[in-house]
């Protein structure tokens, strides 16, 4: 999952450069695309099977993603990556309640302070901007939501699917339902953002196939809390490239969800106890 969170902040890095010409859906569009079609390659070679035993999930899923997906990319490319980053961080929260009701898997009492004092960081990191982007903060929050039942539909799937064949469908779902709206207002590109969200694309297929794999192997609470280290990541990215310099506040509310989410990590453990 850490791996899978830095390549997800390379691709929002990514997007958020080329969104000086490039539409979010666009952006969609082009990271479904370019995630697809190698992975298609790869499954042919290796003869893995396109159709999966639980399809109608892994539509559900697909679309679950591309709707987390659109929203996460548009506060991408409106609101500093931190900001962004941080409010994705609390899918954590939606995914446990989400894995008890729907899996059966049952967080410790202690993973519902951690979640608590992660919503509080996050909220420090967004204050400083949500009188000028509220409408953005909020697709950020709706992402992080739409994400939470995405990541635990990929719980689910891990059951009878393999990594590749969740990560190729989550694409092709997103790449149809984005297409018609690219159709319809297309952007001419320069060749600098066709090369960027390309590159996107690709790490999307990396970032997916290794958050994939990470609730393969542990219960979907535990798994969601290394994706914490988006945030520090996201935070990096910002500072070097875009000059972004949150203010003590922000600062703050990071180091509330990076320490929430290292307890989250030394601390938790599959229990059946709530």
Not at 44 to 72: E, I
Not at 135 to 144: G, P, R
Request: charged content about 10%; aromatic content about 10%.
């Amino acid at each position: 999952m850490v791996l899978g969170a830095g390549f997800f902040v390379a691709l929002a890095a990514l997007v958020k450069a080329a969104s000086d010409e490039a539409a979010p859906m666009q952006a969609v569009f082009y990271r479904s695309v370019f995630s697809a079609l190698p992975l298609l390659g790869i499954m042919r070679m290796q003869r893995v099977s396109v159709v999966g035993t639980r399809m109608k999930l892994l539509v559900v899923r697909g679309v679950l993603g591309f709707l987390a997906l659109f929203c996460y990319l548009w506060a991408v490319s409106h609101i500093p990556l931190a900001d962004v980053l941080a409010l994705q961080q609390t899918n954590p929260v939606f995914v446990a309640f989400l894995a008890v009701w729907l899996l059966g898997e049952r967080p410790r009492r202690s993973h519902y302070l951690l979640a608590g004092v992660c919503l509080i960081g996050a909220w420090l990191v967004v204050r400083p901007t949500r009188g000028v982007a509220s409408l953005d903060s909020l697709m950020a929050l709706i992402s992080a939501l739409f994400s939470s039942g995405a990541y635990v539909t990929v719980r689910a799937l891990t059951r009878t699917e393999t990594t590749q064949r969740i990560v190729l469908w989550f694409s092709l779902v997103a790449a149809a339902l984005s297409l018609p709206f690219v159709a319809a207002d297309w952007h001419p590109l320069s060749l600098r953002s066709h090369g960027l969200l390309v590159g996107a694309g690709l790490l999307a297929l990396l970032a997916q196939s290794f958050m994939t794999a990470s609730y393969r192997r542990a219960p979907a609470h535990l798994a969601s809390a290394f994706s914490y280290a988006s945030v520090p990541l996201a935070y990096l990215a910002g500072l070097i490239f875009w000059n972004e310099r949150p203010d003590s506040l922000s600062h703050l509310g990071i180091t509330l969800i990076v320490a929430a989410g290292i307890v989250l990590v030394v601390r938790m453990r599959p229990s059946g106890s709530t």
